[in-house]
């Protein structure tokens, strides 16, 4: 594969005894969806939080447009491109939805050690703001404060908040956990809109979500990759129906 | 600066981390279990001093009073665990420093009521007034080295407690993860009482053997607070281990650095810049000491905490 | 936008409210109005009652009031339990007074030294803080004043453990003589309303919403970008050399220093009283030194044991009135500061 936007290889992560993540590697081309998908304990979470930079693993590499992100913080890595939507909501629940997304987009303006000009008032923030929740469906709910959104509208603000640093990789810990069949349709709905123009790599369980959004599918056992493919690949594949022995969803 | 008085300066600093050992291993405990910051403990350690001296003074006996001072302290603390402290354990630690703040306020008035505002004055008992040879040929008070002894003997059985018997299986691991503790089926609320209680006790000791060398006086359980967390952040929250390595730095730091630096610092500046910065310095060593530990390892050396 | 109103799956319960930073208009912007009008006036009535002691006291009210509001930034909208936040009370004293030992009386001098040394404290000991959190970091801010105050002590040209008089108070110019007890009290008033309007400002900049995001979840803050060491570093240099200028003040206001300014139950005090009046408000803490302040005067007119009452008092605040006496008012609008 040509030089891809988001390069792991050999990733690995041991708490005490247990392998959390072995040897993994994988690689998100540009506009591509990569779903990585697998068993409760898999490593998915682990995954993604060496990715963002909060865990820091014992050995491999992450490179994203051939950068080495080794060492770099969290917030340096979401200056290079590397965004994340939590698996657990992690909002700023004191603050308005259109403040939670203008945070994002401030922080992405320049430095903040600015006392003077206030910040919630400021067009160049709140424009792009406001233009983010429109595009995902909360445009009338950008006065509301966070804490108070429904559930499946804070997920929506977790994919609003990341998308307003202008990521080039997007990192989704399963987006639609928790939400109901029709908020989890919309959610999906709102992703595909997504797909070919922003690569992203997507841990999820929903199949239905897997299988309308990735390009290609890591499947994770036990912290080890262990088949990358196609969706129609990744569905023949004996290891990994083995691995979800009596799950009838890949069948 | 002899030998003799290099010797002296060390057991004084181990005599200081012994008291200070006492009052941080309660203390790291119930930070650790309970996650609950507790500033009224030197209030224990303040009413163990006070009950200890009164009845040392009215029976004559230290014995005796250490017999009851130490019960009377641990029933105290008992007492304003169930009253004021079990609601604390929910809230966050902003909550727990006030209110246990403001207990500190309750109590230094309420013993300067029954006492007095004036420091009480006792003197070591006659029986422990004379020195002991522990290195052949250096005399050392008997009193302090009872303290050093009964130090060593009360970490020793700590020890022994929390890596020997059921109770202490309970105890770390209830220090190492409270959740999972709990989720296994250990009553947490039980086992926090009973830490509390022997925090209490040796605090109640450390007070009644504080009694006759430092002055008993309200808010005398402030200063040494201060010096026991600078232990416990040395130390790391959760670990009798931390709490003993921690206090023996401290109490020898300090110690060491009080009795030594000035006349170290005139060997190299004029007698009255070593005058003035000879103990400015010497009082802030322990806590540049602190910060340095805690640059390099920010949960402190021993940290019991994983969960 | 008004408060949303109750419905389906709105969250209306306490928290949605409960940590909403204050407001402007409304029911809080006319307490602001009328305390400080009245605050305006204590001097005018003082004079007319002939009791001259009430601008002595209330003066120190607002002396305290502006502590109280220095350590509001870090704590009620930064998050950052600072229980050593009196140690820069002791270094802004200590400068004012050091300066008028050697000579130098002039206020254009002190007083910016005061807040210059206090903001370089602050840093240092930030530097070291703000790399632990929770537990640790209460205790560590502790422990720091605390090194402060027996390196008070331990500085016998300084006074030590007695302290020292201050020479002179600082002088400035013109009409503005710290020497009449009126002009000093309306300096002291204009500062804190002073501070008051800039704190605001500041808390709704750019600045001051990233270190409101730390507070309300770190995490998050870092994972979208933001680096909050260094803002939350700068906040807290800031609440200190603001600390300082109240020391200074202090300093003149008792003509005398002691280490005592730094003791770490200070800090508590301080504390106390931005709970009681009412955590990230900014309002809250002029209002919760005011209370606290006369209540002690009072109380200690019927006994000097008036801090067996107090002690429980502020369990109690804390146990059950957590918003303090600004949260019994009704909200205003979300999100400004």
New interface residues.
Partial sequence: MPDALLEVRGLTKRFGGVVATDHVSLEVADGETLAVIGPNGAGKTTLIGQLAGEIPPDAGTIRLAGRDLARLGVHARSHLGLARSFQITSVFREFTALDNVALAVQAHGGHSFRFWRPARVDPALRGPAAAILESIGLADRGDVPAGSLAHGEQRQLEIAMALATRPRVLLLDEPVAGMGLEESHRMVGFLRTLKGRQSMLLVEHDMDAVFALADRIAVMVYGRVIATGSPAEVRLNAEVRRAYLGEDRLA | MTAYLVLEQCLNGLQLGVMLFLMAAGLTLV?GIM?L?NLAHGSLYMVGAYLATSLFQWTGSFLLAALLAVPATLLVGMAVEIV?LR?LYE?D???Q???T??????????V??VWGRSALYTSVPVALAGHVEIVPGAPYPAYRALIIAIGLVVALLLYLLVSRTRVGMLIRAGASNRTMASALGVNIRLLCTLVFGLGAALAGLAGLLAGPLYTVQP?MG?QIL?QV??V??IGG?GSIRGALVGAVVVGTVDTLGRAFLRPMLSTVLSPSAA??AG??L???LI?VL??TV??FR???LFPARTG | MRRPLAGAGQDTSPLAGRRAVGVQVGVRGLVLTVGLAGLALVPPIAAWVGEPFYVDLFRRVLIFALAAVSLDFILGYGGMVSFGHAAYLGVGAYVVGILALHGVQSGFVQWPAAMLVSLLVALAIGAVSLRTSGVYFIMITLAFAQMLYYLGISIEEYGGDDGMRLVARSRFAGPIDLDDPSVFYYVVLGILVLALALGRRLLNSRFGMVVRAARSNERRTEAIGFPTFRYKLTAFALAGALCGLAGALLANQTEYLTPGFTHWTRSGEIMFMVILGGMGTLVGPVLGALVLLLLEDVLSGYTEHWQIVLGPFLVLIVLFAKRGLLGLLPEGRRGDA
């Fill in positions: 930070f996650n910051v004021a609601t809230r630690h902003l909550d420093v006030l209110a703040f403001g207990l500190i306020l309750f109590f230094n008035e309420l300067a009521i808010g402030d201060i967390f600078v416990i952040v929250i005058d003035s103990p400015a010497a009082s802030m806590y602190m910060a805690l640059f920010p949960q402190g």
